[in-house]
């Protein structure tokens, strides 16, 4: 009687084919959480830049902006606080986003910024504005209002 050791090379195909199915079934749904989960992290980063935007204003007494350049955020806070480049001048507050580049979104604003007074209050808005945020075929939205309030 022979020692047998180690597996076949049918087995091994076997394992090989099942495993390769279960990836095949299995893969869809992970892909589709990955991007629920960029959508909501892109989604926190905003909501985030808006609170930035705001707390700026109120410490600092000047008017912010959060400013959409494509997929790119950032806040704005005029005047300078140096006095460099006059009325047109403007610090940026904390980092700028690539949202495109962090996480795979494409953002969509109905406006090219968003102004908060140095109370707080969001102004310009005519009311609310939509900011969507999507990927690969999913998409989230967060609404800023006139009194500068975010809601998703």
């Keep these: 009687m022979r020692s047998r050791n180690g597996f076949t090379l049918v087995e091994t195909l076997i394992v090989v084919v099942l495993l390769g199915l279960i990836v095949l079934i299995g893969f869809p749904k992970i892909s589709s ?5 960029d959508l909501r992290s892109a989604r926190t980063t905003l909501v985030n830049l808006a609170a930035t935007a705001r707390a700026a204003a109120v410490q600092t007494n000047r008017r912010t902006w959060i400013k959409f350049d494509g997929n790119t955020a950032y806040v704005l806070a005029r005047p300078r606080t140096d006095g460099v480049g006059g009325a047109a001048g403007a610090d940026t507050v904390g980092a700028i986003q690539d949202l495109a580049d ?3 979104v494409a953002v969509t604003s109905g406006l090219d910024s968003i102004q908060f007074d140095p109370r707080g209050f969001g102004t310009d808005l005519g009311g609310s504005n939509s900011i969507v945020v999507s990927r690969d075929g999913h998409s989230s939205t967060i609404v800023i209002d ?3 309030r975010v809601s998703k």
Excluded at 33 to 37: C, E, G, K, P, T
């Design 33 to 37: 959480a990955m991007s629920q989960s």
């Design 102 to 104: 962090q996480y795979k």
């Design 146 to 148: 006139g009194m500068g």
